[in-house]
Structures are given as structure tokens and as C-alpha cells.
């Protein structure tokens, strides 16, 4: 069964304190690895897309990495407004293009 | 602002009603999905339409029904609500072969007492 996990649930950093948040997938032909960020009450807000191991995208802060099985959304010196909930989702070869399997997420809070 | 538009932005209902709710796509795009996401559930993807027809199906119950028009605006019903399914329901949409990349709108809160 085609799976998304992500680790931690929650994390609490501090203004600066540079951390990653995981994304692990099981999925059958994997075609494109989606990272978006989720404020309360708001839709997700696309940020990244990966499609092969190796590659890597930048955007402010954050760095979105892949691996074959892993995905990793890298923060460097986090502020308060980067606070939200990071959703990563698979999309699977036999999946339509909106199938997209969602992990539950990683909360962030940034800490002044 | 992603550019998909959806109404209403919060709505309450009792069990055993109807609603409709209603979303514009992306100016240019063809396709429109639909999730549904609840607290235990994360998101989960419903249906998708591509210029007017059916493309896939996921966790859609029989209850619910959606549709797209002409015009490319699509709507989601939803018949004898229950409970559980108070959620968020988000309308998303894409230009089929513009990588893949999702936008989606800012939801419709919906709450069944």
C-alpha cells in the first residue's frame, strides 16, 4: 500500500535554531515528491516539487532534498513567520495527477 | 493568493442535509480536484475532473457528487450529512502536463450539528 510518513508530528525551535523535517515514502513508481506549507485554517501552499533522487530545490529558508526512499525540507535560521504545518505528498505511477498521498504533516513552531 | 476561488468559506448544516459547494479553478486550468481534510484523516484526495469529465476517483462516499462545468467551475455535493463528515474541503486546481504542480484554494469549512 502506497504510504507517506512524516517525522516529527511537532517541533519547537527557537529564531535561528536550524533544523529538518522527514518525509519518508513507500510508493509504487514514485512521480513527483510535493512538499506544501499549511497555515491554521488556510489551503496548502505548494513550495516544492522533486522528481528523482538527488535532486534539490531552495527557496528563502528552505531546502527541499530526495532520496529513494526519504525527503528532507531543511530550515535554516528559522523565523516566527516560518510557524505552520509542512505537508509532504507522493504521487504514485499509477496515480492520477491529483491522487496525491499526503503524509499528516509536521507542525512547526518558531520560537522568538 | 493561489488563484482558486471557493465559496462558501464556512457553513453549517444539520444531519441529514444537502450542500453545495462551489469552487473556480486557476484561470487557464483544466483540471479540478477535490480533498476532503478532517483532524484524525490528514488529506485526502475525492475526485478529479479534467475539462468537463470524470479523470479519477478516490475516497468519495456515494453521498457525495461533484461535477464540472463548461466554464470550468466545478461544485461538490454533499447529501445526507452525517456527523463525521464535518471537515475542510479543498478545491484544487492544474494545467495537466505543467509538472504536476497542485494550487489549491483557501477551503470550505464545513461543520454538520
Known amino acids: 500500500e502506497d504510504q507517506v510518513t512524516q517525522s516529527p508530528e511537532a517541533l519547537r525551535l527557537q529564531e535561528g535554531e536550524s533544523s529538518s523535517l522527514n518525509c519518508s515514502y513507500t510508493?509504487?513508481?514514485?512521480?513527483?515528491l510535493f512538499w506544501y506549507r499549511q497555515d491554521p485554517g488556510k489551503g496548502p501552499e505548494f513550495l516544492f516539487t522533486?522528481?528523482?533522487a538527488g535532486e534539490e530545490k531552495e527557496k528563502e529558508r528552505l531546502k527541499a532534498t530526495l532520496t529513494k526512499k526519504e525527503s528532507f525540507l531543511h530550515i535554516t535560521a528559522p523565523k516566527p513567520e516560518d510557524s505552520a504545518t509542512y505537508l509532504c505528498?507522493?504521487?504514485?505511477?499509477?496515480?492520477?495527477?491529483?491522487?496525491?498521498?499526503f503524509g499528516k504533516g509536521t507542525k512547526l513552531s518558531v520560537k522568538p | 493568493d493561489s488563484g482558486v476561488t471557493q465559496t462558501p468559506k464556512h457553513l453549517i448544516t444539520a444531519t441529514g442535509q444537502r450542500v453545495t459547494l462551489r469552487c473556480s479553478p486557476r484561470?487557464?486550468?483544466?483540471?479540478v480536484y477535490w480533498y476532503q481534510q478532517s483532524l484524525d484523516q490528514g488529506l485526502q484526495f475525492l475526485i478529479q475532473?479534467?475539462?468537463?469529465?470524470?479523470?479519477a476517483k478516490g475516497n468519495i462516499l456515494e453521498r457525495f457528487s461533484a461535477q464540472q462545468f463548461p466554464d470550468l467551475h466545478s461544485e461538490l455535493n454533499l447529501s445526507s450529512l452525517e456527523l463525521g463528515d464535518s471537515a475542510l474541503y479543498f478545491c484544487?486546481?492544474?494545467?495537466?502536463?505543467?509538472?504536476?504542480?497542485?494550487?489549491f484554494g483557501e477551503g470550505s469549512w464545513l461543520t454538520v450539528v
Open positions: 484544487a486546481s492544474s494545467v495537466e502536463g505543467s509538472g504536476n504542480t497542485i494550487y
Open positions: 510508493v509504487s513508481g514514485l512521480r513527483g
Open positions: 522533486l522528481y528523482s
Open positions: 505528498a507522493a504521487l504514485a505511477s499509477r496515480g492520477s495527477q491529483g491522487n496525491l498521498i
Open positions: 484561470s487557464g486550468d483544466l483540471s
Open positions: 475532473y479534467y475539462n468537463g469529465e470524470e479523470r
